[in-house]
């Protein structure tokens, strides 16, 4: 006598798929920063420019005449001035991040990268004067205005308890 296959011993079987791991592809490399983390950075970065927060020190023109790496990090043109022609590119950068300069998807991410690699120079060679202050300033400011009325109801409700009027009783005066 041959059993009939149950329909409930079909559901029972599991199917997987096992994917092979290629030999001759190396692993994704682990990176310090995703490019959300370099955008917020810059973001970062240039509001706290724009603001005044920041102050960056541009090299000088006797300084990028020398040759050092930051001299070697900017374009120069010998027929404009170095110094302003550093600037003119920050500049230029940071219109095509804010989009105020047409540019392409692929142009607004090297500039991105560019202005992240500023900031890095300018901070390793300690051209940075003031506090890059994060976005997020005014979300914070609300968690803590939010958390300092709490404690003041804490307080009052603390303070109430402590402060009762005590009851007194009244004694009874026998005539």
């Known amino acids: 006598m041959t059993k009939k296959p149950d329909i409930e011993d079909d559901k029972k079987v599991i199917s997987v798929r096992v994917k092979r791991k290629s030999d001759n592809k190396p692993d994704d ?6 490019q959300t983390d370099i955008r917020k950075f810059v973001t970062e970065f ?4 724009i603001r005044g927060d920041i102050i960056i ?5 006797a300084e990028l005449a020398k040759k050092t790496p930051l001299s070697i990090a ?3 043109d010998p027929s404009v001035n170095a110094e302003l022609k550093i600037k003119e590119h920050y500049v230029d950068l940071l219109s095509i991040i804010a989009g105020i300069k047409p540019a392409k998807v692929e142009d607004q991410e090297k500039a991105i990268s560019e202005t992240f690699k500023m900031l890095l120079m300018f901070r ?3 051209r940075i004067e003031g506090k890059i202050i994060s976005n997020d300033l005014e979300k914070r400011l ?5 958390t300092v009325k709490e404690q003041a109801k804490l307080v009052d409700q603390i303070t109430g308890f ?4 005590k009851r007194t009783r009244q004694k009874k005066v026998v005539s």
């Open 46 to 49: 240039v509001a706290s420019w």
């Open 142 to 146: 609300e968690t803590l205005e939010k």
């Open 162 to 165: 402590l402060f009762k009027p």
């Open 74 to 76: 900017f374009p120069t």
């Open 57 to 61: 020190r541009f090299p000088t023109a």
């Open 29 to 34: 490399p682990l990176l310090l920063f995703s």
């Open 124 to 126: 390793s060679a300690n």
